[in-house]
């Protein structure tokens, strides 16, 4: 970089200071109450499935992230201010990506990793980088990758706790290491093994129309990040038709929740057009990669995870650029 | 005995307030590398502090004679040697050790606690403040080892020193051992590190 | 397994999986010291490339070729990092003199380079895994970028973060190392391409 | 010019002694070092070849690799062990792999050291016995299956599904090659005693 690019870059700089965060028109509580509501299909596909076991999961999970919240704000002597939402929406959020069966001790661990590490210690609401349900899941996949990794048939839970409950690979499990396909039809109704909150894309398409429709969710990221997904799966199907059809692709695993309520969140994305194509793309590029190449059978978290981390980066790329500014 | 209280602070600084790891930010990779087992970060430790102590007394005493521009050639010379035989002493004596914390041994040579001590301290002082000097700054890095060590253990394997601490009901928290666990514990502890500092400065100001 | 396709993998695993900052702590010092701007950072992240791949090149002639046929493994630290210092000594005189534009950029962080463990840690790495030449040379490459990724990432988020109101106890140190910590855990997501 | 001499003077003398220091050191640490590793590949060969007693050992060259080829006290062959390397989920596993004298059957396997898997989950392959036991004996005339895959050989860890294929693929990946080195190589050289 030479010392002109660099003023260059200086004055970027500045530029993006003037504006610093406000990246949404709308009242927090206003948005953060419109996506509760969205989620509220999910969440009862989820207790359907999963009985008591689901509802007392995302009890735990939401009154968890809300009570960590109203204690980490007044030991930081913050306003407290978890009657906006949004701790309720990160708490509801991880509870639908955890697995059925996952002891409440867990759940509750992960929570006040969510609010803690994942946003609190950036300065709160607004700041964070990375969505903090999604990396209190990959903190807990990480710390006990085996109970992360066990998944219920649906409809086999009856007690909490009890160990009658069946365990089933997940459909992308099952396709990758069993070269085992399942129906498409379960898939959309959601009668398959999963996290609580991925298993039906009916629930979760028709949460995400209400939230088209109130002009609460921006659709550039979800069309390119499944786009990209669909055209990438069928490329690959051609060649190789044991790796799942596109359409496999799409309902299968936590793409549809990830691309439609996580890589949305306004705070965790990037603020421009360009830059929410780019956001999705990438995405969805990361999703084949590690779904195909990677070890482990899905990949949607830790695309967002990492698309995240170079959002920043987006911004500065895609930010409209003062005069004569170098490519 | 006009001289002592200089040399105690000399040793002391390295302890708490000018802590290696904790305040000066030096020397992250082996404390991040090899501190999932209290022992590892206990063995990497002293063999900082065998390297430091005998790099000390070496350039302390050779450091009038050493020109100017070939000062950081002969440190570097001096660092390698001792790295080389702390590494091949290890690697002989105890195997499994050696094995376990792999380069980050050899890494010492490029420790910036190292260097940093002989520039900054024992090329300007004589023998024995250079003595406690690098002691000091050694046992400070080694404490900080330490607990890092345990912290990641104790939640890790759920023992500390290879103990079993917390019993067979516990779950180990798998993340401690790897690398996310480390810089997670690390930036946390160098948080608590400055709060109890800050609080012991307003102490001192009443 | 074809040659090609090791290199590729040698690429990836140095790169992302196994990325020297994220997995194996190397270079932690210039990744937390100049991660604050963008501008820096990818300067250093550049700077290091350069100097990795050049070193993955000297150090495996100097290993395989002298070393070992004459038995002198036992100089194998001195002369490292003794080559990795003149090594560096060298690029920065030459780019003062033939390439004043480059050194503009990157010269005030080479100095800062002779004591960043990536440099050696490559070095030693390199030998621990017994890499032919053409490994060596795209383990640097991809340790390089690895590492630029990382740092750009970095400066990325702290940019983002300078008016967040972070506590103040994590401001610095702290908060870079949580960040770390938090990307390492999002990278995971990389583990076994290699095995694929 | 004094200074010049001064500076030469004093790096001959520091590299003398630091020289002097390192050839010292080495003479003491290097016997012991080879010594653990032999120690190593000595245990790991014992552990996955039956009823072997270091009697006699013939070591076959082929690629710069050693192929080993142990005998009892009659002079009867045991078997032959290769130390493999592929790699795994995190970073590169080593195996040592034993082979029966027919060439066809396994006689047993070692995860060695370093294992880099990640601990609790790929980490079993090592901790978890039975993994490793459930191999003896398996033919391998034809490459291994490996659970998911029917009819399967062997069966793969629970939540360590890359690592266990990667183990049952280091080892067929090696077979042919140990086969080969073994043919290739026998009878050019004598067993020799071991001490």
């Not at chain 2, 060590?149 to 290879?162: H, Q, V």
């Not at chain 3, 300067?43 to 046929?69: D, E, K, N, R, S």
């Not at chain 4, 989920?89 to 047993?108: N, S, V, Y």
Request: charged share 15%; net charge positive; glycine share 10%.
């Amino acid at each position: 970089m030479t010392a002109e690019t660099e003023e260059l870059a200086e004055q970027r700089l500045l530029e993006i200071r003037t504006s610093p965060h406000i990246r949404s028109p709308l009242a927090t509580p206003q948005v953060m109450r419109g996506v509760l509501i969205a989620l509220i299909p999910a969440s009862a596909a989820s207790i359907y499935f999963f009985r008591i076991q689901a509802l007392l999961l995302i009890l735990t999970s939401v009154v968890a992230c809300m009570g960590v919240e109203a204690l980490c704000q007044f030991l930081l002597k913050r306003p407290i201010s978890v009657g906006d939402g949004s701790a309720a929406v990160t708490g509801l959020l991880l509870a639908l990506v955890l697995p059925p069966g996952l002891p409440l001790y867990y759940v509750a661990l992960g929570a006040a990793f969510a609010i803690i590490i994942g946003k609190q210690i950036f300065g709160g609401l607004g700041y964070n980088i990375f969505n903090p349900a999604l990396i209190a899941r990959a903190f807990l996949m990480a710390a006990f990758p085996g109970r992360l990794t066990t998944w219920l048939e649906p409809f086999t839970l009856k007690v909490v706790g009890s160990v009658d409950a069946i365990t089933k690979a997940t459909p992308l499990a099952l396709m990758k290491f069993y070269s085992e396909p399942t129906p498409l039809k379960n898939l959309f109704f959601g009668n398959v093994a999963g996290s609580l909150g991925e298993t039906c894309a009916l629930a979760l398409i028709i949460g995400a129309a209400f939230l088209l429709i109130k002009g609460y969710m921006d659709w550039r990221i979800p069309l390119s990040y499944l786009g990209i997904v669909f055209i990438l799966s069928a490329l690959i199907w051609k060649f190789a038709p044991g790796s799942g059809s596109p359409l496999f692709h799409l309902l299968s695993g936590g793409l549809l929740l990830g691309a439609l309520f996580m890589a949305t969140d306004p705070v965790t994305s990037p603020v421009t057009k360009t830059g929410r194509w780019l956001f999705g793309i990438g995405a969805g590029l990361l999703v084949i990669i590690i779904r195909n190449w990677g070890g482990l059978p899905e990949g949607v978290m830790y695309s967002i995870l990492l698309m995240n981390a170079v959002t920043p980066l987006i911004n500065r790329l895609t930010k409209p650029k003062p005069f004569g500014a170098a490519k | 005995m006009k001289r002592n209280p200089g040399i105690i602070v000399d040793f002391t600084k390295g302890l708490w307030q000018d802590n290696p790891v904790f305040r000066q930010l030096l020397g992250m990779c082996p404390t991040l590398a090899v501190t999932g087992k209290a022992l590892q970060g206990l063995t990497m430790g002293l063999a900082v502090t065998f390297v430091l102590v005998s790099t000390g007394i070496v350039i302390s005493l050779i450091r009038k004679i050493v020109p100017r521009q070939v000062r950081i050639a002969t440190f570097t010379v001096t660092i390698a040697t001792f790295v080389t035989l702390a590494d091949r002493f290890l690697a002989a004596r105890f195997p499994a050790m050696s094995a376990a914390l792999g380069p980050y041994v050899p890494l010492i040579v490029v420790n910036c606690i190292i260097l940093g001590r002989q520039e900054a301290f024992t090329s300007k002082n004589p023998l024995l403040p250079s003595l406690f000097d690098a002691f000091g700054m050694s046992v400070g890095f080694t404490w900080a080892l330490v607990v890092l060590g345990c912290i990641r253990e104790l939640l890790a394997y759920g023992s500390i020193f290879g103990q079993s601490v917390l019993g067979t009901s516990f779950e180990p928290w798998v993340v401690m051992a790897l690398p996310p666990g480390a810089f997670i514990t690390l930036g946390l502890l160098i948080g608590l590190m400055n709060v109890i500092q800050k609080k012991k400065e307003a102490r001192g100001k009443e | 397994m074809g040659e090609i396709q090791k290199l590729v993998l040698v690429f990836i695993g140095a790169a992302l999986v196994n990325n020297f900052v994220l997995t194996y702590f190397l270079g932690i010092c210039p990744f937390i010291g100049v991660s604050r701007r963008l501008g820096d950072a990818l300067g250093m992240g550049l700077a290091v490339t350069f100097v990795m791949t050049l070193t993955a090149t000297v150090t495996w002639a100097i290993y395989y070729l002298i070393l070992i046929p004459l038995h002198l493994e036992f100089l194998e630290y001195v002369a490292f990092i003794l080559v990795i210092a003149s090594l560096v000594q060298i690029v920065e005189m030459f780019l003062r003199r033939s390439v004043p534009g480059l050194y503009r950029a990157l010269g005030i962080y080479l100095p800062l380079i002779t004591t960043n463990c990536a440099i050696l840690g490559l070095a030693l790495f390199m030998v621990l895994k017994n890499y032919t030449f053409p490994q060596a040379i795209v383990f640097g490459i991809g340790g390089g970028l690895g590492f630029t990724l990382a740092i750009l990432i970095m400066a990325g988020i702290r940019e983002e973060l300078e008016y967040a109101d972070v506590p103040e106890a994590l401001r610095g140190a702290g908060i870079t190392l949580i960040i770390a910590g938090l990307l390492a855990l999002a990278f995971m997501g990389f583990s076994g391409i290699i095995g694929g | 010019m004094k200074n010049n001499l001064q500076m030469i003077a004093v790096l001959t003398l520091l590299g003398v002694a630091s020289g002097g220091g390192l050839v010292f050191m080495a003479r003491y640490a290097e016997p012991l070092i080879a010594q653990h590793q032999e120690e190593s590949i000595k245990e790991a060969v014992r552990q996955v070849l039956p009823a072997f007693d270091l009697a006699r050992e013939k070591i076959i060259k082929a690629d710069g690799q050693k192929v080993y080829a142990e005998y009892d006290d009659q002079g009867n062959l045991v078997g032959y062990a290769f130390k493999a390397e592929g790699p795994g989920f995190q970073d590169k596993i080593f195996i040592m792999i034993g082979l029966a004298p027919d060439l066809e059957h396994l006689a047993g396997i070692k995860i060695m050291d370093p294992l880099k898997e990640t601990p609790g989950l790929g980490e079993k392959i090592k901790s978890e016995a039975w993994f490793q036991e459930q191999f003896r004996g398996k033919d391998v005339s034809r490459p291994l299956k490996i659970k998911p895959e029917r009819p399967a050989d062997v069966d793969a860890i629970t939540g360590a599904t890359i690592s266990s294929q990667a183990v049952t693929r280091i080892i067929n990946g090696n077979i042919p090659f140990i086969k080969e080195a073994v043919k290739r190589g026998s009878g050019s050289e004598a067993p020799e005693q071991s001490p």
